[in-house]
């Protein structure tokens, strides 16, 4: 049972004096909670989910308490990343936005670019569940243009276009909507070409970009660009089975070919 050993290793730790490991404790135990929130279903387990959201909010703020005593800064901030991150799952948005606020505060003071970028994305999104579009896309732009200094950052980049791209959606602006959605299809099928032979990662990758295709469709559709809508279905559905056959078919399976995908 996970929650019985972290309570065992909380034990230990607290009883060593090792703060910096108590304070990672209380974070994976909190995002153990969050997890487990998140696979319930409200109409059936609502009580449970509505204690493992609390259970995760007193783990994250304890380990908030510890960092803020031990003056640990990127604990706090990972701390209240997570706080802000709960809130924001459970429909409290302006609780999330206090905690995000006091994140991009400590960013800007300690001049932490990339984990502002991190903190100004947490901001966006809730702004987008609070359908304020506008300071959603303004957040977002921001987070964007700093994600773009650093290397290695496809995932965090593709996030940000694809909430961008859904507010101008959401604000009628379609053709925006379609420049930053087939900008984040880009950037997800460069990080696919990336994984090589690794067909298995390459398929759960479209697995968890479900939503962004069906979304440029649908964007694509409302312009009546209803033949792109269709091959850009086609393309999303093919590409990863392709790759996949070819790295099995190939003799030598490092190396890697140039396809014109449908």
Same mark, same amino acid.
């Given at each position: 049972d996970a929650?019985?050993y972290?309570?065992?290793?909380?034990?230990i730790?607290?009883?060593i004096?090792?703060h910096?490991?108590?304070? /990672?404790?209380y974070g994976s135990?909190?995002t153990?909670?969050l997890?487990?929130?998140s696979?319930k279903?409200?109409?059936f387990?609502g009580?449970?989910?509505?204690d493992?959201?609390?259970?995760?909010?007193?783990c994250y703020?304890n380990?908030?308490e510890?960092a803020n005593?031990?003056?640990d800064?990127q604990g706090q901030?990972?701390?209240?990343n997570?706080i802000?991150?709960?809130?924001?799952i459970?429909?409290?948005y302006?609780?999330a936005?206090?905690f995000?606020?006091?994140g991009?505060?400590?960013t800007?003071?300690?001049n932490l670019? &990339?984990e502002?970028? &991190?903190i100004?994305?947490?901001?966006? *999104?809730?702004?987008w569940?609070?359908e304020?579009?506008s300071e959603?896309?303004? %957040?977002?732009?921001?987070?964007?243009?700093i994600f773009?200094?650093f #290397?290695?950052r496809?995932?965090? /980049?593709?996030?940000c %276009?694809?909430?961008?791209?859904?507010?101008? &959606?959401?604000l009628g602006d379609l053709v925006e909507a379609?420049?930053?959605?087939r900008e984040a299809v880009?950037?997800?099928?460069s990080?696919?070409e990336?994984l090589?032979?690794l067909?298995?990662?390459k398929?759960?990758?479209?697995n /968890?970009s479900?939503?962004l295709?069906p979304?440029?469709?649908?964007?694509?559709?409302a312009? *009546?660009?209803?033949?792109?809508?269709?091959?850009?279905?086609e393309r999303s559905?093919?590409?990863?089975?392709?790759?996949a056959?070819?790295?099995?078919?190939? #003799? *030598?399976?490092?190396?890697q070919k140039?396809?014109?995908y #449908?």
């Amino acid at each position: 049972d996970a929650a019985q050993y972290y309570q065992e290793s909380l034990k230990i730790v607290q009883k060593i004096g090792d703060h910096y490991a108590e304070l /990672r404790l209380y974070g994976s135990m909190g995002t153990n909670y969050l997890k487990q929130a998140s696979e319930k279903d409200y109409l059936f387990d609502g009580y449970k989910q509505f204690d493992d959201f609390k259970n995760s909010l007193n783990c994250y703020n304890n380990m908030l308490e510890i960092a803020n005593r031990t003056q640990d800064v990127q604990g706090q901030l990972l701390a209240l990343n997570q706080i802000g991150n709960c809130y924001c799952i459970q429909g409290n948005y302006n609780k999330a936005i206090e905690f995000y606020e006091q994140g991009k505060n400590l960013t800007e003071t300690n001049n932490l670019r &990339f984990e502002k970028a &991190f903190i100004l994305h947490g901001l966006g *999104n809730v702004y987008w569940q609070k359908e304020c579009c506008s300071e959603a896309i303004k %957040l977002e732009r921001e987070s964007l243009e700093i994600f773009q200094e650093f #290397p290695n950052r496809e995932s965090c /980049r593709e996030l940000c %276009l694809q909430i961008i791209g859904r507010c101008f &959606f959401e604000l009628g602006d379609l053709v925006e909507a379609e420049n930053y959605l087939r900008e984040a299809v880009k950037v997800t099928e460069s990080k696919l070409e990336g994984l090589g032979k690794l067909d298995a990662n390459k398929i759960s990758m479209y697995n /968890r970009s479900a939503l962004l295709y069906p979304l440029l469709q649908e964007v694509l559709v409302a312009q *009546n660009k209803v033949e792109v809508a269709l091959e850009l279905a086609e393309r999303s559905r093919a590409r990863a089975i392709i790759e996949a056959l070819v790295t099995r078919l190939s #003799p *030598n399976q490092n190396s890697q070919k140039n396809f014109t995908y #449908p």
